[in-house]
């Protein structure tokens, strides 16, 4: 298994705004895999994070937008940048591990 | 493109009830199929992985089958208990890696 742990667990923000989300894993992992929860919606993925490489986005979501850091293979961030009301989400980060997906905790993100 | 839907959308029954969720996904071409379940307030919590080999597993009052050419997967749970009360999720693993997910279905077990 793998235990996963997120920072901040939630916040408020003013629109225009960033704000960076850490993601802490207790064991070394290649992918790290960032998701977003909107409103009564499922997750959906914004990217996946290699250590030593650009993170991989998908359709819809930019690396402008959503800057990914992965400075090792414990931790990454996920920035989201000049933030809108529309950003309003939870953010969860969720690694791999046996093929079995485990996810953290998620970040609540309020922007007003 | 995968795609994965859940029914129903929300279910609410009496404590004792056995109940079956349900998830069909368009893409037979999975690695595996997990389910989760999803507290308010809270991340994802892995309840049962099913490899795309397998037919089902068991955990507990918790069964979950896979038909993998029908694109079908059932998740039986038995003798529901208030507990079992959150928003249960379906994902599938594709060949890039990551799980995509239908929307949930959110169970409300009545005492």
């Known amino acids: 298994s793998a235990v996963i742990s997120q920072k901040p667990s939630r916040d408020i923000c003013q629109r225009g705004t960033s704000l960076t989300i850490q993601c802490q894993v207790d064991s070394q992992v290649t992918m790290m895999f960032w998701y977003r929860q909107q409103p009564g919606q499922s997750l959906t993925l914004i990217a996946t994070?290699?250590?030593?490489?650009?993170?991989?986005?998908e359709s819809g979501f930019v690396i402008d937008k959503f800057p990914i850091s992965r400075p090792n293979l414990t931790f990454s961030t996920l920035t989201v940048s000049n933030m809108s009301p529309e950003d309003s989400s939870i953010y969860l980060c969720s690694v791999e591990n046996g093929l079995k997906g485990f996810f953290g905790p998620g970040t609540r993100l309020t922007v007003l | 493109k995968q795609e994965v839907t859940q029914i129903p959308a929300a279910l609410s029954v009496p404590e004792g009830e056995n109940l079956v969720l349900n998830c069909s996904f368009t893409?037979?071409?999975?690695?595996?199929l997990q389910w989760f379940r999803q507290d308010p307030g809270k991340g994802l919590t892995s309840l049962l992985l099913?490899?795309?080999?397998?037919r089902e597993q068991t955990s507990g009052r918790l069964n979950a089958s896979l038909d993998k050419s029908s694109g079908r997967s059932t998740l039986y749970i038995a003798a529901s208990q208030p507990g079992d009360s959150a928003t249960y999720l379906c994902a599938v693993r594709g060949s890039q890696g990551n799980l995509i997910f239908g929307k949930g279905t959110k169970l409300s077990v009545k005492p």
């Open positions: 893409d037979s071409a999975i690695y595996n």
């Open positions: 994070a290699n250590q030593g490489s650009e993170a991989t986005y």
């Open positions: 099913i490899q795309s080999s397998q």
